[in-house]
Structures are given as C-alpha cells and as structure tokens.
C-alpha cells in the first residue's frame, strides 16, 4: 500500500537523490542504474516510475519509457498522470 511506497522512499531516498542529480547533470545511464536499484526495492513507486521514465526519456529510451508505463498502468489504471505520462511516451515512439 501507500505505506510501503513511502518506506521504500525513504530507504532509497540517497540513491533517489543520487539518481536525481545524476539525471540534472545529464548523466542519463547513471540515473538509469540508480532508478534500477530503486526498483529493486519497490517496482511500482510512482516516484521511482516517473524518475525512470525521465531518465529514459532523457538517454533517447523511449521503448524502456513505455514499457515501464505500461506495467505501472495495468498495476494504477485510473492514475490519470501515468496515461498522460504514456500517452507522451507514445509520442517519443512516433517521432
């Protein structure tokens, strides 16, 4: 639940703020492999997701992007920022 996305973030908020920093500087494929280590601790983060999806985005990986929406979308199917979200991702797969 909620209280274990918290948890997550909370353990991994040094590496979150390392992937952060990573993505803002343009170290794409560090962030990458930071957000990889946050996803072992919890896949379906939102804040986790949305960090992953920029990274992607930002290292020209727009399939990994989709992808990774799209599960987040079949595990929160009304959460309109994801469809929003994968609906921009679509757009990086057309272009």
Same mark, same amino acid.
């Given at each position: 639940g909620a209280a274990a996305h918290w948890m997550a973030l909370l353990a991994g908020l040094g590496v979150y703020l390392q992937a952060a920093a990573a993505l803002k500087s343009g170290k794409n494929a560090q &962030? *990458?492999?930071a957000v990889e280590? *946050? %996803?072992? @601790? =919890?896949? *379906?983060?939102? !804040? %986790?997701? /949305? @960090? %992953?999806? !920029?990274?992607?985005?930002?290292? =020209?990986?727009?399939?990994?992007?989709?992808q990774t929406l799209e599960m &987040? /979308?079949?595990h929160y199917p009304r959460n309109i920022p994801i469809i929003n979200w994968l609906g921009n991702g679509?757009?990086? @797969?057309a272009t």
């Open positions: &962030a *990458l492999m280590k *946050l %996803f072992r @601790l =919890d896949p *379906l983060n939102l !804040q %986790f997701i /949305r @960090l %992953f999806v !920029q990274a992607a985005a930002s290292a =020209d990986l727009p399939e990994a992007a989709v &987040a /979308r079949d679509h757009g990086w @797969l």
